[in-house]
């Protein structure tokens, strides 16, 4: 427990310590909402979306998990650096069970995403949602897990990868995508029809929808997934998650 | 009891790509008694850190049994871990933290907390005298202070046994002698030490030492004992001709010296009498003659059958 603690508090004070980080992990993704979202603006219609509605607003709840997958992408680097730079070895020969080690750095990491995105919140009012106390709280449940999921992932591939090389295309083939194809830039309507089946299976559009059911229910297509539901596919994609990370570290390669 | 026993222990790293199986480690056997400062001694590629990181529990060897104080280290590591101190031979700190959150965190993984943890962090800051640095981020401080810290952080939990690899690395001659002082010190205190060293003078202080090459141990005992088995003296000539005058250094005194480049070697009893025979019967062809006493260098070249240095270069040509 305390292993946990620890790892969990080395993690947040080296965040608040590396300033760019602070930086790199809001900046980029409120950027990419103002371009994307201001320059499409209007222009695009989301189908079955109320009269009026700007792109800004559609894509606020994608910017949300653009920042806590961003956060799970730091997260995999500070995996691999750790590796690199040899603090790892003496935590793996440390008594710590591996479930301490994984949770630890699942919750350093996430805590700073769900922080990320709680402060992204803050521009909900000014886009023009207004999803009252009861939306927020919802919104902030979905981040946490959303966070917890995505932040295990990034350790599994982490811990498999040995080079930050084979991360970046890791990256861009795998994390990026997942986020495309969550319904954060379009909707899965608008999709063909294979895409739609890659969207449905995928973990990240139940994070999507679930803050789009929190923030702006009036964009939620018919049929999509209830807020509960949303909970519920992350929670478990949660827990398998870490179930996976606990099993690869658990094995005693000779790295 | 033994601290450590280790019996037939053998790693092979499994071929990758295009580089082949390796066998690291070839049937190692050996025991360290508690309270003993053992040394494991050897060439770079001969096997050591693998031997290192197998004790330290960071990996399970292909086969072989390793039981740590009763324990045994590879079906149970956790069993073993908290009594374990490790330092590895690269610094395992976290560079952007302070001297003191390292020293916090690593006690913390150890189970330590609050003030009994606080008061170890102020003993060991005062002893490795880091006081005046513990605000600095480790990123920031010289690669002997680093392993000073390095060596606060593994032993705040009073381990045991304490594995060591290659800890002068990156060392000033002073700080290597503090270093080993302070072993010589927690070796008083009951610990039972394991380091590894390529540094013969290093392997003059250990109680006993373990010849580890091509990863197999070659020869182990008390570094005197290693050193007597060599017969009388050494004597090292240095010439143009080695081969030619090995030849007839042979057929002239019945003795084969061993021929490295220009250098010939050869162990002899009371070697000083040998000495003014040898110059004599070639005089002119000898550029220097040296006469030692046998270092554990003779005894690594004595079961290896090859210079230490040599073995370096032809690990690293590989």
């Not at chain 1, 900046?27 to 009269?51: C, D, K, M, N, Y």
């Not at chain 1, 479930?99 to 922080?115: D, E």
């Not at chain 2, 202070?145 to 690899?165: G, M, N, T």
């Amino acid at each position: 427990m305390s292993a946990m603690l620890t790892l969990w508090e080395r993690d947040i004070v080296r965040f608040f310590r590396d300033k760019p980080r602070v930086i790199g992990g809001l900046v980029p993704p409120i950027v990419f909402w103002l371009l994307i979202g201001a320059g499409l603006g209007t222009a695009v219609r989301v189908p079955g979306a109320p009269e009026g509605l700007n792109f800004l607003q559609y894509f606020y709840a994608g910017t949300l998990v653009l920042i806590v997958l961003f956060t799970s992408i730091f997260a995999t680097i500070s995996i691999i650096e750790d590796r690199r730079e040899g603090f790892l070895q003496s935590v793996l020969v440390a008594p710590v069970s591996r479930l301490a080690i994984v949770l630890g750095k699942v919750m350093g990491s996430s805590t700073v995403g769900l922080a990320q995105g709680a402060a992204f919140l803050l521009l909900a009012g000014p886009a023009g949602l207004h999803p009252g106390l009861h939306g927020y709280a919802a919104a902030f449940a979905v981040l946490a897990l959303a966070s917890v999921g995505l932040t295990a992932l990034g350790f599994c591939i982490a811990w498999v990868l040995d080079s930050s090389q084979g991360f970046h295309a890791v990256m861009n083939l795998f994390l990026i995508p997942m986020w495309m194809l969550s319904g954060a830039l379009f909707p899965a309507a608008t999709a063909p029809r294979f895409l739609r089946a890659v969207i449905l299976a995928n973990p990240v559009s139940y994070a999507v929808t679930g803050l789009q059911r929190a923030l702006l229910p009036s964009v939620v297509p018919d049929g999509a997934a209830s807020l509960s539901a949303c909970l519920l596919v992350l929670a478990g994609f949660s827990v398998v998650m870490l179930t996976a990370s606990v099993f690869v570290a658990s094995r005693r390669d000779s790295r | 009891m033994n601290a450590v026993d280790v019996k037939g222990l053998i790693h092979e790293y499994p071929a990758k790509r295009k580089v082949p199986a390796r066998r690291a480690l070839n049937d190692v056997s050996f025991s360290v008694a508690e309270g003993e400062l053992f040394g494991l001694l050897g060439p770079n590629g001969g096997g050591k850190s693998t031997l290192f990181r197998i004790l330290a529990t960071s990996f399970a060897p292909t086969s072989g049994s390793a039981v740590l104080l009763g324990r045994d280290l590879i079906a149970d590591p956790a069993s073993v871990r908290p009594f374990l101190g490790v330092v590895f031979q690269y610094p395992s700190l976290d560079n952007k933290l302070t001297v003191q959150e390292n020293l916090l965190h690593g006690g913390r993984l150890y189970g330590l907390s609050g003030s009994t943890l606080s008061a170890r962090i102020d003993e060991m800051l005062s002893h490795y005298r880091l006081t005046p640095r513990a605000g600095d981020l480790c990123g920031t401080l010289s690669g002997g202070l680093r392993r000073r810290v390095e060596l606060a952080k593994s032993l705040l939990h009073k381990p045991k046994v304490i594995l060591l690899d290659e800890p002068s690395t990156g060392l000033d001659p002073a700080a290597r002698q503090d270093l080993w002082e302070h072993l010589m010190t927690l070796k008083a205190g009951g610990a039972t030490i394991l380091t590894t060293t390529h540094l013969m003078d290093e392997g003059d202080r250990c109680d006993r030492v373990a010849i580890l090459d091509q990863g197999k141990i070659v020869a182990q005992g008390t570094p005197s004992a290693l050193k007597a088995e060599i017969g009388g003296d050494v004597i090292t000539i240095e010439t143009d001709d080695a081969s030619g005058l090995r030849d007839e250094i042979t057929k002239r005194f019945g003795v084969t010296p061993q021929a490295f480049g220009g250098t010939l070697r050869l162990e002899r009893a009371a070697g000083h009498a040998f000495i003014p025979q040898l110059v004599e019967a070639f005089p002119g062809r000898l550029k220097t003659v040296s006469l030692s006493r046998p270092s554990l260098e003779d005894a690594f070249l004595h079961h290896a059958g090859r210079r230490f240095s040599d073995s370096h270069t032809e690990v690293a040509a590989k």
